[in-house]
C-alpha cells in the first residue's frame, strides 16, 4: 500500500504559477512511476503529466506542455508538479496517483495504469 497526500493548490489569476507537492509513504518510493491528473466539474479526470522511477522520462499532456513540469524526488518521497503561465481552463482538482506496473509505456496516460490516487488538492485560475 502506498499512501499520498496532495499539497499547494490554492487560487491564482491568470499568468500566475503554482506548485503542487505529493508525498508518498507505505512503501519503496523509487518503485513507483508518478503521475498527476485533473478533474474539473463536470468532465472526466484527465491525465496531465507522468514520471518514471528514475525521473529520467516524463510525459506530458498537449495542453500543458511547455508551461508544467514534472519532477521528483526519491529521497523525500515526493512527487512535484510545477504550474507556469495559468490559464483558466486549468482549473480543476489535480490528483497524483502511484503505479506500480513494469515499465514506463503509453499505459501511464490512462487511469487504469495507476493503482493508488491520493484526495486531491483545488487549483483554481482566475481570469
Known amino acids: 500500500q502506498v499512501q499520498l497526500v496532495e499539497s499547494g493548490g490554492g487560487l491564482v489569476q491568470a499568468g500566475g504559477s503554482l506548485r503542487l507537492s505529493c508525498a508518498a509513504s507505505g512503501r519503496t518510493f523509487s518503485n513507483y512511476t508518478m503521475g498527476w491528473f485533473r478533474q474539473a466539474p463536470g468532465k472526466e479526470r484527465e491525465f496531465v503529466a507522468a514520471?518514471?522511477?528514475?525521473?529520467?522520462?516524463?510525459y506530458y499532456t498537449d495542453s500543458v506542455k511547455g508551461r508544467f513540469t514534472i519532477s521528483r524526488d526519491n529521497a523525500k518521497n515526493t512527487v512535484y508538479l510545477q504550474m507556469n503561465s495559468l490559464k483558466p481552463e486549468d482549473t480543476a482538482v489535480y490528483y497524483c496517483?502511484?503505479?506500480?506496473?513494469?515499465?514506463?509505456?503509453?499505459?501511464?496516460?490512462?487511469?487504469?495504469?495507476?493503482?493508488?490516487w491520493g484526495q486531491g488538492t483545488q487549483v483554481t485560475v482566475s481570469s
Open positions: 514520471i518514471s522511477r528514475s525521473g529520467f522520462s516524463t
Open positions: 496517483a502511484a503505479s506500480d506496473g513494469p515499465g514506463f509505456t503509453s499505459v501511464v496516460l490512462e487511469k487504469r495504469g495507476y493503482d493508488y
